[in-house]
């Protein structure tokens, strides 16, 4: 059989990322992005890197991405992650994010245990009509988050969770090959 060689594109190195922590899926990563108004100017804080899948993919769309990561061999991970995908715009941080100094974001996406104990710091260093994004693995962390935002001057958008279907196409037969449900819930929010 023949063969054709594709040079690798930005998607098939992140395919191939070292993992530690569970990341996002990309069907989530791109409701993140549609929903944040993310653009070339956006400052973007991110908390909980993981392996720093979110904060890279946000990296391709914004100005700046600030990622703070406690977990020291989470953080050596992401850390070698931005290094093998030569990205320049990420700032990797080894710190809690309740140690957070830096203001002025664009974009907040929190990707932590119980984001509710840290809100309002996160809350001043956003700008106004600027938009949170909670990535939460339940609805009972759901729930406890969106009760603590009504004293942080942030409105709660909307929670949705994506899905996505591929299907396998043969002749005149199609049959989907996997579904994938529930990854976590996003939760969108707005400061005002």
């Known amino acids: 059989k023949a063969f054709k060689v594709l040079d690798l594109n930005f998607l098939d190195k992140l395919n191939v990322i070292k993992r530690g922590p569970q990341i996002p899926l990309s069907k989530d990563i791109a409701s993140i992005i549609y ?24 990296a391709r769309f914004a100005k700046e991405v600030i990622t ?43 990707d932590l245990l119980e984001p509710e104990k840290v809100i309002d710091k996160i809350s001043s260093s956003l700008n106004s009509n600027r938009t949170l994004i909670a990535y939460l693995p339940n609805l009972t962390q759901v729930y406890d988050f969106k009760k603590s935002l009504k004293d942080n001057n942030l409105i709660h958008l909307k929670t949705l969770e994506t899905i996505e ?21 996003i939760v969108i929010c707005r400061k005002l």
């Open 35 to 58: 929903y944040s108004n993310v653009n070339k100017d956006s400052r973007v804080l991110d908390a909980g890197s993981g392996s720093g899948f979110l904060a890279i993919n946000l």
């Open 165 to 185: 279907r591929e299907w396998d196409i043969f002749k005149r037969i199609a049959k989907p090959i996997n579904t994938s449900t529930h990854s976590g819930f």
């Open 68 to 110: 703070y990561e406690k977990n020291k061999h989470a953080y050596e991970i992401v850390k070698e992650n931005i290094k093998d995908l030569e990205l320049k715009n990420i700032k990797l941080i080894n710190k809690d994010i309740s140690e957070l100094t830096e203001k002025d974001f664009d974009l907040v996406t929190l």
